[in-house]
């Protein structure tokens, strides 16, 4: 038995699985996923999930009366203030000796998070891949897809969206934005107060802090120090940039950089009342959604950096200790599909961007996925950035810890 | 029959705070961490800005304690024997029913730069186009903490000041010594301060020091109010039981502890306070002094109540045209165009929250009101008081900082039954509107005329028939009060629904905090108005009920 494991285990690294599948279901016999299929119906599913958007919630939403409809699931989004609630309460369920009956059955997850839950051991290994439309994603072609912030998943998640760090402005306020982040300095120092960036441990203001990190070291032979575990030889090496610049910025920021947002999506708040002019996120398309719902002006208009666009994949995974671990599967493995994909990329709806390998799809698939009547506010479709990739996770505790013991306290 | 509703308030706080000092002193085997060390301490007093932090969490809770106190007083006196005096309280009494923080995202609205009040003055006054950049709300003094503290507390302060001169004996004596001080000569405010006030204050002493502890360790009005260069020590350590790093749970816990001893200290403080203006105010008692600048405190008086009125009216204001608002650029005073969307799209999403808040605070509330009910009748059957003691006790949730012993009491839930959340939540609840009901229930149930009773079971009722069919009747109106606070505080509970729930049990206040520093303020504002709405609907009934069952009576 523990050979035949072996055997499929080495197969689904090989990514064979979709053809495994597809061979196996034309012979009518049940195969691994349905088994998960029998198993995991009639079931609820709890969902933990960052609540802090009202767009992305009411998708969450669409999600659960899809895999309702489809296996009776009764989809639960636990909304969290912040990932690290969820890793948590896994983590007090393991000291509390509860290994089978955990409350949390699905998280959103990537990057630092992940890092501390795969540490201590507290998520399901080996079932992403085995999810059939996992395939979708063409995982052959692209190994980013099992990579979590440089780590690999090792299928303990599965990929749900991806996202660039994409700013924008308003355009009454400042006409020309700044295109890297040399003239990011230089225009707020023409527009003092009229930027800022979220406080980390905030996921989007340490995002900032790694775009600034990746360009102000980029063409340095050091750079590639970045993608290993942080040293104190590296670190003595590429971060005094980093502070140089943060220190020529910060007097030119929102508040005179006194007062940091503790939130990412504050940012779009801090538009939407002008008082801010330039901001940026990761979810480019909510833009557009904001607009719409009068949440920021109409001058709103997108754009990346033609210094580089930090990017990376965000990632759906299962503790070890889930009660409902079929039907957490299933829900993944829905959340994996064209149909879900196709919804989730609609600017209206989320405007996340799919995980899909578009070539690896059918035309008639590839139809959902065209945009609808680009919006003004929107990202424009030809904007070229080059991609940068996330830094070893180490990097991200590192600077929220060094970024807080110097501008913590003021 | 007071044991059992001590040992339910009491043991799961101590068995809460038992669970925080263990992980304080680096006990935390979940993390492999089996020895006693004192690193947690360690990290927590290298933390950059502990001491500003530490003066933050000090500073924002005396001074508005001091300050809710200090205008309740002298409300009091300015209008002791004014109808304004009433109409103040029917005015300022919903501002206690809304949650801490419905109450922090509306102040937020109202002084941010590009907030109502700003509108209200430019480009006419202040020639600002555009938002100028100045540092309010979170400004590191902590003067929008302390603004919002202090308009939570003021309502709370005077209905208990108000309350306890509706005591018949002791209002009926306090107004008569007040006229006869008057009668020799003394102006109105100066024969407050030296009559009235040393008689009330003894009631109002527990209450003010429950508010104290409250406000050094509250979360909803910093997070949403306060700095975060640093936050104040509350914030933190919410922060770091919550970060991914989950080694900082010991120096939580370890902060937990220091939160302890700070709000001792600010006790304290209080009390040595009280003690100096005691004795140095001791002489002027019966010095025979009949005025002192009596008009310019009622001017002072008048100019603070009109303020404070505005600022809370403008913030209302605020949060209902957010509610509706369309596109709506800074300095415009307002919106575009007013439309219903925010409402309807956040009623699509808001089913659940309402139920559970709803389910959660009448659960709770029912048991409260069972307990309280069952102590009082077994106190007077018995025919005697609950001791000193006792009635401290009763206290004890409200004076320990929930922050300290909510996440110990989380593990301790967990240990023994991780399955139930709404029996955590609820359970958690009760903890916080146990003391509450009770105090609300237990002057008016020792007040009632015992001879209703004593008739009663003269003519050979049971005591449970006399219960049921005299004093139930008769306390119905008290009860509804107690209901409807019951659950305004269940609906404005954060900590205890977030935590023992597991973030799984949503409420209108999870939602409402969760959005409140979210993207959104039209939205966030339909949050915070459904959170206050919420708990005015309850005294509404409280209010209206009685009226309907005994109309036909001639109480």
Not at chain 1, 102 to 129: E, S, T, Y
Not at chain 1, 214 to 233: D, I
Not at chain 1, 263 to 287: C, H, W
Not at chain 2, 458 to 487: D, H, T, Y
Request: charged share 10%.
């Amino acid at each position: 038995m523990p050979k035949t494991r072996l055997v499929l285990r080495y197969m689904r690294l090989t990514l064979l699985l979709s053809a495994l599948v597809t061979a196996l279901t034309s012979y009518g016999q049940p195969t691994h996923f349905e088994t998960i299929q029998q198993q995991g119906q009639n079931q609820p599913v709890y969902f933990h999930a960052w609540g802090g958007d009202a767009q992305i919630n009411a998708y969450i939403q669409w999600l659960a009366s899809e895999v309702k409809a489809a296996y009776n699931i009764d989809l639960v989004h636990v909304k969290l203030n912040d990932t690290s609630e969820a890793v948590n309460r896994v983590l007090a369920e393991k000291s509390a000796a509860n290994h089978n009956n955990g409350q949390v059955d699905l998280i959103w997850i990537n990057g630092a998070n992940f890092a501390a839950m795969a540490k201590n051991k507290l998520l399901a290994p080996d079932w992403a891949f085995e999810l059939p439309n996992f395939a979708l994603t063409n995982p052959d072609k692209n190994p980013a897809m099992s990579r979590d912030f440089s780590l690999p998943t090792q299928g303990m998640e599965a990929p749900w969206g991806q996202a660039a760090l994409t700013f924008y402005y308003d355009s009454v306020a400042t006409p020309v934005p700044p295109k890297t982040l040399t003239e990011l300095l230089s225009w707020s120092k023409q527009n003092p107060g009229r930027f800022s960036y979220p406080k980390p441990p905030d996921f989007l203001g340490v995002s900032f802090l790694k775009y600034a990190l990746l360009v102000l070291n980029n063409n340095r032979p050091a750079q590639h120090l970045l993608y290993q575990p942080a040293t104190p030889q590296s670190q003595a090496l590429l971060l005094p940039e980093l502070w140089q610049f943060l220190d020529k910025l910060h007097p030119y920021l929102w508040r005179s950089g006194r007062y940091f947002v503790s939130s990412g999506i504050t940012l779009r708040r801090l538009m939407g009342d002008t008082e801010l002019s330039l901001a940026f996120t990761f979810s480019a398309p909510e833009v557009a959604g904001a607009v719409e719902r009068f949440d920021l002006p109409r001058s709103i208009r997108s754009y990346a950096m033609a210094d580089g666009s930090l990017s990376n994949i965000h990632f759906i995974a299962i503790p070890y200790n889930a009660a409902h671990q079929a039907s957490a599967k299933l829900v993944a493995n829905f959340m994996l599909s064209v149909k879900a994909q196709a919804k989730k990329q609609q600017a209206m709806v989320w405007g996340d961007r799919t995980v899909l390998d578009l070539s690896a799809l059918t035309p008639k698939q590839q139809e959902k996925f065209k945009p609808a009547k680009p919006h003004l506010s929107a990202l424009p479709i030809n904007s070229n950035s080059p991609a940068l990739s996330e830094p070893h996770p180490s990097w991200s505790n590192l600077l929220t810890h060094e970024w807080l013991k110097r501008y913590g306290a003021q | 029959m007071p044991t059992l509703l001590i040992a339910l308030l009491v043991l799961p706080v101590l068995g809460g705070l038992a669970n925080v000092i263990l992980p304080a002193f680096g006990w935390l085997p979940a993390l492999g961490e089996n020895a006693l060390s004192i690193k947690g301490f360690s990290a927590l007093f290298a933390t950059a800005g502990l001491t500003n932090m530490l003066m933050l969490s000090f500073s924002s809770a005396l001074l508005s304690t001091l300050l809710a106190f200090v205008m309740t007083i002298l409300i009091m006196a300015s209008y002791f024997n004014s109808p304004w005096l009433g109409r103040i309280q029917r005015l300022l009494g919903p501002i206690l029913v809304i949650p801490h923080a419905a109450a922090a995202i509306a102040i937020a609205f109202l002084i941010t730069p590009s907030g109502l009040f700003s509108r209200m003055l430019s480009p006419w006054l202040t020639d600002w186009q555009a938002p100028v950049d100045w540092l309010l709300p979170h400004d590191p003094f902590g003067l929008s903490i302390i603004l919002g503290l202090t308009l939570k507390e003021l309502p709370f302060l005077l209905l208990i000041a108000l309350g306890a001169l509706s005591q018949k004996e002791l209002g009926k004596t306090l107004h008569a010594q007040h006229k006869v001080a008057l009668s020799l000569g003394y102006c109105p405010i100066t024969a407050f301060f030296k009559v009235v006030l040393p008689a009330l204050y003894p009631y109002l002493r527990l209450p003010v020091l429950a508010v104290l502890a409250y406000a050094s360790a509250s979360v909803e009005i910093p997070l949403i109010l306060g700095p975060n260069t640093p936050p104040t020590l509350a914030v933190a350590i919410l922060h770091w039981f919550n970060d991914v790093d989950l080694t900082l749970r010991i120096q939580a816990s370890a902060g937990a502890l220091l939160q302890l001893i700070v709000t001792l200290f600010t006790l304290t403080c209080w009390l040595v306070l009280e003690w100096l203006v005691k004795f140095f105010a001791k002489n002027s008692l019966t010095n025979g002094q009949r005025e002192y600048a009596g008009q310019l405190i009622k001017w002072l008086t008048h100019l603070l109540t009109t303020l404070l009125m505005s600022v809370i009216v403008m913030a209302l204001a605020g949060l209902i045209l957010w509610s509706v608002a369309g596109f709506w650029r800074f300095p415009a005073a307002l919106p575009e165009k007013l439309l219903f969307m925010h409402w309807q799209s956040a009623f699509s999403q808001m089913q659940t929250p309402i139920i559970n808040t709803l389910l959660i605070g009448f659960a709770a509330t029912s048991i409260a009101l069972f307990l309280t009910l069952l102590t009082l009748e077994a106190e007077q059957q018995r025919g005697y008081e609950l001791s000193s003691l006792v009635s401290l006790l009763i206290y004890l949730p409200m004076l320990i900082p929930s922050i300290a012993f909510l996440f110990g009491l989380v593990w301790l839930q967990e240990q023994l039954s991780s399955r139930h959340a709404y029996f955590n939540v609820i359970f958690s609840h009760l903890l916080f509107v146990l003391p509450y009901v009770f105090l609300s229930l237990a002057s008016s149930y020792r007040l009632l005329d015992k001879r209703f009773a004593q008739v009663g079971a003269s003519l050979g009722a049971a005591p449970l028939k006399v219960f049921l069919q005299i004093k139930l009747p008769q306390l119905l109106p008290a009860i509804l009060v107690a209901l409807a606070l019951g659950l305004a505080i269940s609906f404005s509970q954060y900590l205890p629904t977030i935590l023992p729930g597991g973030g799984r049990i949503n409420t209108i206040t999870t939602e409402a905090v969760a959005l409140a520093n979210g993207a959104s303020r039209r939205v966030s504002s339909v949050y915070a108005l459904t959170q206050m709405i919420l708990p005015g609907l309850g005294f509404l009934l409280a209010w209206l009920l009685p009226k309907f069952i005994f109309r036909h009576k001639d109480l």
